[in-house]
């Protein structure tokens, strides 16, 4: 959680001004977890709060890759899912390798 915790407040820092804010949508397969450690904040969202599909299986994988392609920037952690999530939108990704 500190790592996604850091990153959001790097975008913060680098990408909110006063006639623009950063908004974050949180994809996951675990979305208790990112809710209880990622859900204190008005500017996150959750996918699974305002996305109509179901919550396991190819659909809601789909969806939650279209929207992260979406994006303007990605935070991604590790995995093929959120490295096509990076790829797909473009724009800066921290990631636990560094910041591209």
Excluded: C
Excluded at 2 to 19: C, D, G, I, P, Q
Excluded at 64 to 82: C, E, P, Q, R, W
Aim: zero cysteines; glycine letters at 12%.
């Amino acid at each position: 959680a500190n790592f996604f915790r850091y990153s959001m407040e790097l975008m913060r820092k680098r990408y909110n001004s006063a006639t623009q804010k950063v908004a974050f949508i949180v994809t996951s397969d675990n979305y208790g977890w990112t809710k209880n450690k990622l859900g204190n904040r008005t500017d996150t969202y959750f996918s699974g709060d305002f996305v109509h599909a179901p919550v396991k299986g190819p659909t809601s994988l789909g969806v939650d890759l279209a929207v992260l392609s979406m994006a303007n920037h990605t935070i991604m952690d590790y995995g093929t899912f959120g490295l096509w999530a990076g790829l797909l939108a473009g724009g800066t990704y921290p990631s636990t390798y560094g910041i591209h």
